[in-house]
Nanobody, 125 residues
Framework: EERLVESGGGSVQSGGSLRLSCRAS???????MGWFRQAPGKEREGVVI???????IYADSVKGRFTLSQDTAKNTLYLQMDNLQPEDTAMYYC????????????????????WGQGTQVTVSS
């Protein structure tokens, strides 16, 4: 059974940093994964995704501030978030696609089949 578990959220001041972790079981961390976020009253949006060819693509709003990485031995995906701003406040979710249906890069939440429970990030000004 595929399972994704996020951790690392918290409260920081503007300009601070956090590193989110997504530990996977039943699924090999790598391509066809991503991080999404959802602020209160807003749609869930993609933050960074990895395509079927392992290309990493960042949303414009986080480019240059967020960095995706992984630890293969720990089967864990990380999201390093630097220079956090109040508009980054949201619940952050790790997501993965069924490899059979992953043949491109997608920021659409509908293309992701497995989701973690989320971890809250709050940035104060």
């Amino acid at each position: 059974e595929e399972r994704l578990v996020e951790s690392g959220g918290g409260s920081v001041q503007s300009g601070g940093s956090l590193r989110l972790s997504c530990r996977a079981s039943g699924y090999t961390v790598g391509s066809c994964m991503g991080w999404f976020r959802q602020a209160p009253g807003k749609e869930r949006e993609g933050v960074v995704i990895r395509s079927d060819t392992n290309r990493t693509i960042y949303a414009d709003s986080v480019k240059g501030r967020f960095t995706l990485s992984q630890d293969t031995a720990k089967n864990t995906l990380y999201l390093q978030m630097d220079n956090l701003q109040p508009e980054d406040t949201a619940m952050y979710y790790c997501a993965a696609r069924r490899l059979l249906y992953c043949s491109d890069s997608s920021f659409s939440r509908r293309d992701y089949h497995y989701w973690g429970q989320g971890t809250q990030v709050t940035v104060s000004s």
